[in-house]
T-cell receptor, first 114, second 113 residues
């Protein structure tokens, strides 16, 4: 069974640009959550999507947005990139909404903003 | 004060010893508690979850929860070098489908031969 797939693995962007990250969940999983991990702040919850609807949202500015498609694949978009957005972005999939104890993480996308 | 606090470490223990990792949280309404292990350069993986006061054992791992003291810990018995990783404590505020997890910054564990 394939795991959670995130693309791309590495990305370098310039301040002010926008970026789109992709996450393909485990087959059969309908919930996708996104996280930002930095050395200073640790792992922080961005948002969760279930059945194409955002169900929960963390404390991040509106520049961070996402969506989920009918096949449960999800994308995250960050507009007007800032240097502080440099981080590892992780997504996790689970069978149902809020099923933390059944969630699996992807390998992440390392975003560097220069 | 961060909502979930962990000592960053590193915690260094000899092979075969018990490693004790601690986590405190500030929100008394927290209901679900999780421990993740993250190897360097890898993504987190869930190793334990606990929901009620007391101990929960799974192999060499034991999670302990004390809601009155707002404290959750992870014990690793017979520590192995392969246990060397960062351990993240996570707390979920909501119930059911309300899923806003808060993570600590993690404790680095080093198990030396």
């Amino acid at each position: 069974k394939a795991g959670v797939t995130q693309t791309p693995r590495y990305l370098i962007k310039t301040r002010g640009q926008q970026v789109t990250l992709s996450c393909s969940p485990i087959s059969g999983h309908r919930s996708v959550s996104w996280y930002q991990q930095t050395p200073g702040q640790g792992l922080q919850f961005l948002f969760e999507y279930f059945s194409e609807t955002q169900r929960n949202k963390g404390n991040f500015p509106g520049r961070f947005s996402g969506r989920q498609f009918s096949n449960s694949r999800s994308e995250m978009n960050v507009s007007t990139l800032e240097l502080g957005d440099s981080a590892l972005y992780l997504c996790a999939s689970s069978p149902g909404q809020g099923a933390v104890n059944q969630a699996f993480f992807g390998q992440g996308t390392r975003l560097t903003v220069v | 004060q961060k909502e979930v606090e962990q000592n960053s470490g590193p915690l260094s223990v000899p092979e075969g010893a018990i490693a004790s990792l601690n986590c405190t949280y500030s929100d008394r309404g927290s209901q679900s508690f999780f421990w993740y292990r993250q190897y360097s350069g890898k993504s987190p993986e869930l190793i334990m979850s606990i929901y009620s006061n007391g101990d929960k054992e799974d192999g060499r791992f034991t999670a302990q929860l004390n809601k009155a003291s707002q404290y959750v810990s992870l014990l690793i018995r017979d520590s192995q070098p392969s246990d060397s990783a960062t351990y993240l404590c996570a707390v979920k505020k909501g119930t059911g489908g309300s899923y806003i997890p808060t993570f600590g910054r993690g404790t680095s564990l080093i198990v030396h031969p």
